[in-house]
């Protein structure tokens, strides 16, 4: 599978950007996905994942309540919207996907969970 992540950019604080990761390759409505963030100098972590419906969400506990994350199968797309920007969000963005289909409701948080990765989108918040 190929994921392409796009839309980072630079925000002021408090504003807001919208990321999107397009997925190729598999049946994307089969397979949970993820968002994942690295902030210079640290590991990565999670932010956000989705189940293969749509219907399940989970979240981090810094980004809930500002950020949502959403998919759209019929274009092979998972979106991070990303509302009330704060200078810690500053970071390299990732889209990731598990190497298994994925049962239903399933919202994996580990960075293990997941075999593909995007090339990153770096978003930049200034204060």
């Known amino acids: 599978v190929q994921l392409q992540a796009s839309g980072g950019g630079l925000v002021q604080a408090g504003g807001s950007l919208r990321l999107s990761c397009a997925a190729s390759?598999?049946?994307?409505?089969?397979?949970?996905m993820g968002w994942f963030r690295q902030a210079p100098g640290k590991e990565r972590l999670f932010v956000a994942a989705i189940s293969r419906s749509g219907s399940t969400t989970n979240y981090a506990d810094s980004v809930k309540g500002r950020f949502t994350i959403s998919r759209d199968n019929a274009k092979n797309t998972v979106y991070l919207q990303m509302n009330n920007l704060k200078p810690e969000d500053t970071a390299v963005y990732y889209c990731?996907?598990?190497?298994?289909?994925?049962?239903?409701?399933?919202?994996?948080?580990?960075?293990?969970?997941?075999?593909?990765w995007g090339q990153g989108t770096l978003v930049t918040v200034s204060s």
């Open positions: 990731a996907a598990p190497l298994y289909r994925s049962v239903m409701g399933y919202t994996p948080i580990r960075e293990g969970d997941y075999d593909h």
């Open positions: 390759g598999r049946t994307f409505s089969s397979y949970a």
